[in-house]
C-alpha cells in the first residue's frame, strides 16, 4: 500500500512512526517543508492552501490510502478547495480524521455515532460540513474517525504540572473523554483495513472531569495539585472557555465490535501511569 497523509501533525506523524513499515512509501504535506523535525521516513512536500505542486498532486493520486489531518477553515476544507476536482476521479481509502465535538453539549449524557452532531461552535460545524465533504467527493471507501482529546508523549497532564501551565478548572458535571495517541493509530489502521467506510469514535472507556485527570498526573508526580478554580470567575481565552461549552459521556462500542480495536490505554489513568513510566513529567 501506499501512504498519503493530508497533514503531517502529532497524530498522523505517531501513527506513521508505528505502521509506517506497512507502507511501500509514505508521502505528506507540511505547511513549511524547511522546517523537518521529527518526520525521519517521510517524503515531505509543501502544502499551504493552494493548488500544489504538480509532483505532490503525481504523489497523491497514487496513494491507495490518504489521511486526512487538516482542520477546515472558514472558506471549508483546505484539500478539497484546492483538489477536490482531482479527488473525485481516484478511487482510494480516505481516513478523515474528525473530533468527538461536533457532538455539542449533552449535559453528560452518552452519545454514540447514531447521534445527530449539534454543536453550537463553528469550528465543530466546519468540522460535520468536512466530514459530509469528503463522503460526498471521495471516488471510494471513507473512513471517519472521531477524536476525542488527544494526548500522547510530551503532550499530556504530566507535561502540563512539570510546566507550570496546569489548572484544575471546576464545571459541575463537566466531563469528556480522551483518547491516547497510540490507540488512534490502532483506530487509524483498523480503519484502513476494514472492508468498508462508515463513522466511528475513537475514545477511551471513561469519560471523566478535567480536574480529575490534573489530580491524578499530580499524585503520580507526588506533587500538590492546583487550587480549583470555578469556571465561571476563571481567567481564559475566548478558545479556552469554549472548551468547556460541552458535555457528554461519548460511546466507542463501534469501534471495539466493528473494527475490533482493542484499547491499550482504555483510561486516562492507564494512559499517564505508561507515560510517567517512560519519563514525561521528570
Not at 1 to 11: A, D, K, P, V
Not at 170 to 199: K, L, W
Not at 230 to 241: K, L, N, Q, Y
Amino acid at each position: 500500500m501506499r501512504l498519503f497523509i493530508l497533514g503531517l501533525g502529532y497524530s498522523a506523524r505517531h501513527f506513521v512512526r508505528k505502521f509506517g513499515g506497512s507502507f511501500s512509501y509514505v508521502a505528506g504535506t507540511v505547511r513549511d517543508p524547511a522546517a523537518r523535525v521529527d518526520l525521519a521516513g517521510i517524503e515531505v512536500h509543501g502544502f499551504s492552501g493552494s493548488r500544489p505542486a504538480d509532483a505532490t498532486v503525481d504523489r497523491m493520486r497514487e496513494a491507495d490510502v490518504l489521511l486526512v489531518s487538516i482542520p477546515p477553515g472558514g472558506a471549508g476544507d483546505p484539500a478539497l478547495t484546492a483538489l477536490g476536482d482531482l479527488l473525485a476521479k481516484d478511487h482510494r481509502k480516505v481516513i478523515y480524521l474528525s473530533t468527538i465535538g461536533v457532538y455539542g453539549d449533552h449535559a453528560g449524557g452518552w452519545v454514540d455515532e447514531s447521534t445527530p452532531p449539534q454543536s453550537s461552535l463553528d469550528r465543530a460545524r466546519m468540522r460535520v460540513a468536512a466530514e459530509r465533504a469528503w463522503t460526498d467527493t471521495a471516488n471510494g471507501d471513507v473512513a471517519i474517525l472521531r477524536l476525542a482529546g488527544i494526548y500522547g508523549h510530551g503532550r499530556n497532564a504530566l507535561v502540563t504540572l512539570r510546566s507550570g501551565t496546569a489548572r484544575r478548572i471546576i464545571r459541575p458535571g463537566q466531563v469528556f473523554n480522551r483518547i491516547h495517541v497510540d490507540d488512534i493509530a490502532s483506530a487509524i489502521m483498523a480503519a484502513i483495513n476494514h472492508n468498508s467506510g462508515g463513522t466511528w469514535n475513537v475514545c477511551d472507556d471513561e469519560p471523566a472531569p478535567p480536574q480529575d485527570v490534573i489530580a491524578y498526573a499530580a499524585q503520580l508526580m507526588d506533587i500538590t495539585p492546583p487550587a480549583e478554580e470555578a469556571f465561571a470567575t476563571a481567567e481564559m481565552s475566548a478558545m479556552a472557555r469554549s472548551f468547556y461549552s460541552s458535555s457528554a459521556r461519548v460511546s466507542n462500542a463501534r469501534l471495539k465490535h466493528e473494527l475490533r480495536v482493542t484499547l491499550t490505554y482504555p483510561t486516562y489513568r492507564h494512559g499517564l501511569d505508561a507515560l510517567w513510566r517512560a519519563g514525561d513529567g521528570r
